[in-house]
């Protein structure tokens, strides 16, 4: 009933910068927490950024800084700009969202199927 599509990813030098963006679609009557995780080789998937459909953000030490959540909810856009970005941010990076559905209007919560960033000289 609800999609969310990732873009952006790609590969980077260190110290450069990417755009994420997360497109939620389908049966939506709101959504209300968004978040970005990652998933690094080897490693478990980590919460790298959240916010609130009012806007309240929280960050991961390791991005504090460095990386800045935002939302549309006209769009049901979420963001993520990342800069100085370092050869540890690689990751396959997913939009995470708690979307209440048209059909039911009750909260479900969604994953995308994630986008590759790759920081490398």
């Known amino acids: 009933q609800v999609q969310l599509v990732e873009s952006g990813g790609g590969l980077v030098q260190p110290g450069g910068s990417l755009r994420l963006s997360c497109v939620a679609s389908g049966s939506i009557f709101s959504i209300n927490a968004m978040r970005w995780y990652r998933q690094a080789p080897g490693k478990e998937r980590e919460l790298v950024a959240g916010i609130t459909r009012g806007g309240s953000t929280n960050y991961a030490d390791s991005v504090k800084g460095r990386f800045t959540i935002s939302r549309d909810n006209a769009k049901n856009t979420l963001y993520l700009q990342m800069n100085s970005l370092k050869p540890e941010d690689t990751a396959v990076y997913y939009c995470?969202?708690?979307?209440?559905?048209?059909?039911?209007?009750?909260?479900?919560?969604?994953w995308g199927k994630g986008t590759l960033v790759t920081v490398s000289s």
């Open positions: 995470n969202a708690d979307v209440v559905v048209r059909t039911s209007y009750r909260a479900m919560n969604n």
